[in-house]
């Protein structure tokens, strides 16, 4: 039992990563009442900053973007 939650040993699925694909997977795989499924996800709450459409820029920086960064694109958001 970690931080109030009871936890298996083993699992029929895990899921890692509960984006939009992640949460479909589980909530089908889930639909068997017989397998125990594990979805995992390593970001945290969001606040009301996240919701604000005006500042999606800076959810680029710091730990929404794990430090990723892509290549240039020449053909890419040009819109």
């Known amino acids: 039992k970690i931080a109030g939650r009871t936890y298996l040993k083993e699992y029929d699925f895990v899921i890692v990563g509960s984006g939009p694909g992640g949460c ?22 969001e606040g009301v900053i996240e919701n604000v459409p005006l500042f999606a820029p800076y959810m680029f920086l710091g730990r929404y973007n794990w430090g990723y960064n892509a290549e240039p694109q020449s053909y890419a958001c040009l819109g």
């Open 24 to 45: 479909v997977l589980a909530n089908r795989l889930s639909e068997n009442s017989n397998w125990n499924i594990l979805l995992i996800e390593a970001g945290t709450l």
